[in-house]
């Protein structure tokens, strides 16, 4: 699905960044609606994209498809049609599964075998942690990096005079292709690198995650053509086993419904399981595990839940069952979060009344504000508070020292108090994505923080407008935000000695007039880009310090989309050349 709504992109290509940003809003609103019943379908998507881009992108740029997922797709079967389709119309098609930990999961094992199906070859897909997506796409371009070693072959193989970013020096391998590039200079040896994994061989440079996966060492590579080239080297080592999920725990809830043998359970987060208790009502009542509903119009068999048990059969089925004297019923007892020693574990326990300590002390407890109405929120207000539609746990206000505030990374020090920093209130990270003095942390539990040149310059006199600083003052969001690289194009922030002198961006004077952009990208092709991101239920679950997968695929994005070189020109049926970036 695309947005339609006025000053989208309506799913053509567009060069501008409000545009992109209006797509990316609209998405992170309506993730809701489609996601609730529905798997990945992945060759539908791609094939509208590709249409948009053969439509749309003349024959001088290419045309790149980019599909991130983190499931396997239901349309399986549909894929190698759509694969050949896109191959007809010259289109590179990559794939990204992502990961909710570092290692792969089933589902992202699942993702990439899909995603092969599509992509241009198996080399095109990738699986990448969440937390690292951002730097994975910022990487793009980078002639070192697995998909842009494979973005310059195609593009040069589809057209040897394309239009192609400049490379950055350290991608010279000898001193006469240094030299004859007018922006470097050869150096003496400067001793050993000093980035860890940095390559003696590659001016410093590190191998890309697949050519790692390959077996390859530095030993193995060499710079040639401002291009990483690699002998074969050691074999690739064999995968290790995964432990593969039941044929209900990869279902989504929808599909879940459909499936004979599986059941969504009743906890939350409700899970897709294995029926256990679908048995005629003789059976049901023999059976230790399930319990007679003739509550139920019509009576059904259910998994026990205590629910059955007076207060005294209650407290006689303690090691699983707590008698809940608000509530006047027999319940499921509190877990053992204290023995959970793994912290994604942890917070994805099954039962939901499991949290990791975050105030610096670590470990799993039980969640004290596990509450999902503001009613019961609320009762317990000495340790919990009801704060736009989540009930979370107080912190900071039991601390009487800078020492002791400063321990928990949500808590700040005023001089006299503690208290909570500006952010901690946006609990999701599209809330905290959509306040601009605000980012998401990746590190320590995952939380909405102030963004580094707001946390120092909270006011618009302290932010001011030093370029060296990277920061100025935003006025519709009311914060000091960063310093983006295509700000020095604006004469009231900077100029180009600022880019210039700024290592991060980089002066391209391709278009015929100079223009700062960001150093990540200078190695770009002119391409028309369309990416193509899962709806499934999947990317709804946690993944690392994301609470919330699709959020955090869109936030990325959102980044992304900020910083890569921009045309500037507006969605259209047909794009040109005009314009200051490659995008």
């Given amino acids: 699905e695309v947005c339609t709504d006025g000053g989208c992109t309506a799913g053509v290509p567009s060069g501008e960044k409000e545009a992109l940003g209006l797509d990316l809003d609209w998405q992170g609103r309506t993730y809701d609606r489609f996601s609730a019943g529905d798997a990945s379908h992945v060759a539908k998507a791609a094939g509208a994209a590709s249409g948009s881009l053969e439509a749309a992108t003349p024959a001088e740029r290419m045309k790149v498809v980019l599909v991130v997922s983190g499931s396997a797709a239901a349309d399986a079967g549909a894929l190698p049609g759509a694969k050949q389709t896109l191959t007809e119309r010259g289109t590179t098609v990559f794939g990204v599964a992502v990961r909710k930990a570092d290692a792969a999961d089933a589902a992202s094992t699942e993702a990439e075998g899909s995603l092969k199906g599509l992509a241009t070859d198996d080399r095109h897909v990738a699986g990448v942690p969440m937390d690292r997506l951002l730097d994975f796409l910022g990487d793009l371009c980078d002639p070192a990096s697995q998909f842009g070693e494979l973005l310059h072959a195609a593009n040069a193989a589809a057209s040897p005079t394309a239009a192609v970013g400049t490379l ?248 006299a108090t503690c208290a909570e920093n500006v952010c901690h209130e946006h609990q999701t990270e599209k809330r905290c994505g959509d306040d601009a003095k605000c980012e998401w942390d990746a590190e320590g539990c995952g939380a909405c923080r102030p963004t580094p040149c707001h946390e120092q310059n909270p006011t618009e006199a302290e932010c001011g407008d030093d370029a060296s600083e990277m920061c100025r003052w935003d006025p519709a969001g009311g914060a000091c935000v960063e310093l983006l690289c295509e700000d020095f194009n604006d004469p009231a922030l900077g100029d180009m000695c600022d880019c210039r002198h700024n290592p991060q961006c980089h002066v391209d004077s391709g278009s015929g007039q100079a223009v700062c952009e960001d150093a990540r990208f200078q190695s770009c092709p002119d391409m028309d880009v369309m990416v193509a991101f899962a709806g499934g239920c999947s990317l709804g679950e946690r993944f690392q310090k994301h609470p919330n997968g699709y959020e955090a695929v869109v936030g990325s994005m959102r980044e992304w989309a900020r910083a890569v070189p921009l045309t500037g020109e507006a969605a259209k049926d047909e794009t040109t050349d005009a314009g200051s970036g490659n995008l």
């Fill in 168 to 415: 950055p020096c350290q991608y010279w391998g000898e001193s006469d292709a240094c030299r004859a590039d007018g922006s470097c200079v050869w150096a003496e040896d400067t001793g050993p690198c000093t980035n860890a994994g940095g390559c003696k061989q590659l001016n410093c440079l590190e191998l890309s995650t697949k050519q790692k996966a390959d077996g390859f060492t530095c030993e193995n590579c060499k710079l040639s053509d401002g291009r990483v080239k690699c002998r074969a080297g050691d074999a690739n080592a064999p995968l290790v086993g995964v432990c593969m999920r039941g044929d209900c725990g990869g279902l989504c809830p929808g599909d879940c419904l459909f499936a004979d043998h599986c059941a969504m359970t009743n906890d939350q987060p409700a899970q897709c399981v294995e029926k256990i208790c679908d048995l005629p009502e003789g059976e049901c009542k023999e059976d230790t595990l399930c319990v007679w509903n003739t509550a139920a119009d019509p009576a059904v068999c259910e998994p026990d839940r205590c629910k059955k048990f007076t207060q005294g059969a209650c407290e006689k089925e303690a090691e699983a069952c707590k008698w809940d004297d608000r509530t006047e019923t027999c319940v499921p007892k509190d877990p053992d979060c204290a023995g959970v020693a793994d912290e994604m574990e942890c917070v994805t326990h099954p039962s939901g009344k499991c949290e990791w300590d975050c105030s610096g002390n670590g470990g799993c407890k039980t969640a004290v504000c596990a509450f999902e109405d503001a009613g019961s929120c609320r009762a317990n207000g000495d340790a919990c508070v009801w704060s736009v539609d989540v009930c979370r746990e107080k912190r900071c206000s039991g601390a009487d020292s800078e020492g002791a505030c400063t321990t928990d990374p949500v808590c700040v020090w005023d001089g």
